[in-house]
T-cell receptor
Framework: NAGVTQTPKFRILKIGQSMTLQCTQD?????MYWYRQDPGMGLKLIYY???????DKGEVPNGYNVSRSTTEDFPLRLELAAPSQTSVYFC?????????????FGDGTRLSIL | GNSVTQMEGPVTLSEEAFLTINCTYT??????LFWYVQYPGEGLQLLLK?????DKGSNKGFEATYRKETTSFHLEKGSVQVSDSAVYFC???????????????FGEGTQLTVNP
């Protein structure tokens, strides 16, 4: 009963370092999403994917990259970490049924850039 | 574009009090509406949803009615418990195309604290 699994849960990076946030889901969902959550704010969409091999930008894609080589995995890459990327990152997945199905979220990765 | 506005928090209540968290939205077309709940240290969980006007979503004693005439989806519970302490997010899903999935627009979230 795993659902959406994110690793790591916490990470501290130095400015300019790079890292990959991992996300995997075992529900055979074709749609996957990455959000960031800043204090006192709602979630902002970074990137999304409608299936293996297909990705597209969301609201706030600058400074991030994604790939989707399998249905299960949707990693998020930060190439040159900046303090503005300090945030909590959530991965989510869903079925396609015309927009009325909920998204299922992982527990998040708390990332600090110092 | 789409937007969701929630009442400002934080909200502090005593156990068994009545809860209302206001949510209004701006959207084109006929979005689906959701309430998500986030417990400390966890991801968001779906609390309830409504997919068309006048629908009422309900779960765990919480209710919300999709009001198209007032573009609102207020969350209510008749008697809150300490275990309801969490952050509550209102969200809408715009008209989804198969090429974009069900993209959610979130409100800012409302922190609820229930004291014994």
């Amino acid at each position: 009963n795993a659902g959406v699994t994110q690793t790591p849960k916490f990470r501290i990076l130095k400015i300019g370092q790079s890292m990959t946030l991992q996300c995997t889901q075992d529900m055979n969902h074709n749609y996957m999403y990455w959000y960031r959550q800043d204090p006192g704010m709602g979630l902002k969409l970074i990137y999304y994917s409608v299936g293996a091999g297909i990705t597209d930008k969301g609201e706030v894609p600058n400074g991030y990259n994604v790939s989707r080589s399998t249905t299960e995995d949707f990693p998020l890459r930060l190439e040159l970490a900046a303090p503005s990327q300090t945030s909590v990152y959530f991965c989510a997945s869903s079925y396609w049924t015309g927009g009325n199905q909920p998204q299922h979220f992982g527990d998040g990765t708390r990332l600090s850039i110092l | 574009g789409n937007s969701v506005t929630q009442m400002e928090g934080p909200v502090t209540l005593s156990e068994e009090a009545f809860l209302t968290i206001n949510c209004t939205y701006t959207a084109t077309g006929y979005p689906s509406l959701f309430w998500y709940v986030q417990y400390p240290g966890e991801g968001l969980q779906l609390l309830l949803k409504a997919t068309k006007a006048d629908d009422k979503g309900s779960n765990k004693g919480f209710e919300a009615t999709y009001r198209k005439e007032t573009t609102s989806f207020h969350l209510e519970k008749g008697s809150v418990q300490v275990s309801d302490s969490a952050v509550y997010f209102c969200a809408l899903s715009d008209f989804a195309r198969e090429t974009s999935g069900s993209r959610l627009t979130f409100g800012e979230g409302t922190q609820l604290t229930v004291n014994p």
